[in-house]
Each structure stands twice: as structure tokens, then as C-alpha cells.
């Protein structure tokens, strides 16, 4: 196994727990927290379950744009939750930058997933994924958050799964949202 992959890996509990809270937070900053079903720091599937209308697999009643769409808005949702759990977990858990391999490392399964679920070009899921990446780098860039993220962290240790309008109300309650 790579130094990459492993890199990627969750250390222990506490590193998955700042995981989960930074996804968290990045969909409350892309306004994208209502569609957030539950979130569960126990689960070895997924650790965010979203609404029933999150997964919108498309209707003939629909147009191909509004799937399409709906399908972009998804994958742009998706990643940012990806960069922003790696971000949480190295900037604020670890106290370190993230190294450049695993980045490189991320970028390649964004641009797999991007190319495969959104027949996206190289260039349009590098910018994507450019942009997040910056938009994810001043959230959790900011020491300001960090004592929230911290409080956050721990509140989903101890509880191990929230709803959705607990993780909202949590967030609210730290000044995330």
C-alpha cells in the first residue's frame, strides 16, 4: 500500500471525528446542510446519509439539463466534502499542512469520479477542484474556527450519530452556521 493511501487513512477515532465535523461544515458553508439526513461516526459505509432527494437518479419527466445539473451540483458537493475532511483532520486535528502527494492523491479521485459521473473534462474538474480546495483552505484556515471544529469534533464522539436538524442545530449553537 502507498505512503499516499495510507496517508489518506483515518489514524484513529478522534482523526474520523474531525473528519465527519469538517464535512459537516462544508456543507453548512455550500448551504447544502438541509439535505444532510444523519451523520454517524460509527457507520463503515458512509459517515453523511443524505435525503431521499439528494440521490435523484433523473425522470423522464425531467429535463437532461436540470439532471445534468442536479448530478454537477452533487459531485461539486461531494469533493468539497472530501478536501475539506482531509483539510479538518491535517489543519486543525494535526496541526500540519497537507503534503502535496496526498493532495495530488485526492485530485486523482475527484477527477476519476468527475470524469465517470459528470463526463467532465481534466480542465473543468481541475478548476473545480482548485477553487474548492481555496474556498475549503479559508474556512479551515482560520484559527478562529478551530476551538468550534475542536467542540464539534467531541460533541460527535460523544453522541456518535446525529440527524440532520441536530448537526444544524450544533452547528448553529458553535456559531458554524
Known amino acids: 500500500m502507498s505512503k499516499s493511501i495510507v496517508e489518506l487513512k483515518y489514524k484513529n477515532e478522534d482523526d474520523r471525528c474531525y473528519g465527519l465535523a469538517g464535512m459537516a461544515i462544508t456543507l453548512a458553508a455550500l448551504d447544502a446542510i438541509d439535505r444532510v439526513s444523519s451523520i454517524s461516526l460509527d457507520s463503515d459505509d458512509l459517515m453523511v446519509d443524505f435525503i431521499k432527494d439528494y440521490y435523484y437518479e433523473g425522470s423522464p419527466l425531467v ?3 436540470t439532471s445534468w445539473n442536479h448530478i454537477l451540483e452533487n459531485f461539486h458537493i461531494t469533493s468539497a466534502m472530501m478536501i475539506s475532511n482531509l483539510l479538518s483532520r491535517r489543519l486543525i486535528y ?16 475527484i477527477l476519476e469520479e468527475g470524469e465517470e459521473s459528470c463526463s467532465l473534462e481534466e480542465d473543468e474538474v481541475r478548476d473545480l477542484f482548485n477553487k474548492t480546495l481555496a474556498y475549503s483552505r479559508r474556512i479551515f484556515g482560520n484559527r478562529r474556527i ?11 464522539a460523544e453522541r456518535r450519530t446525529l ?15
Open 94 to 109: 494535526e496541526k500540519k499542512d497537507v503534503e502535496r502527494e496526498v493532495l495530488n492523491l485526492l485530485y486523482d479521485t
Open 163 to 177: 440527524s440532520g436538524s441536530e448537526v444544524r442545530e450544533e452547528l448553529h449553537f458553535l456559531q458554524l452556521i
Open 146 to 156: 478551530y476551538p468550534m471544529v475542536d467542540k464539534f469534533a467531541k460533541i460527535i
Open 63 to 65: 429535463s437532461a439539463k
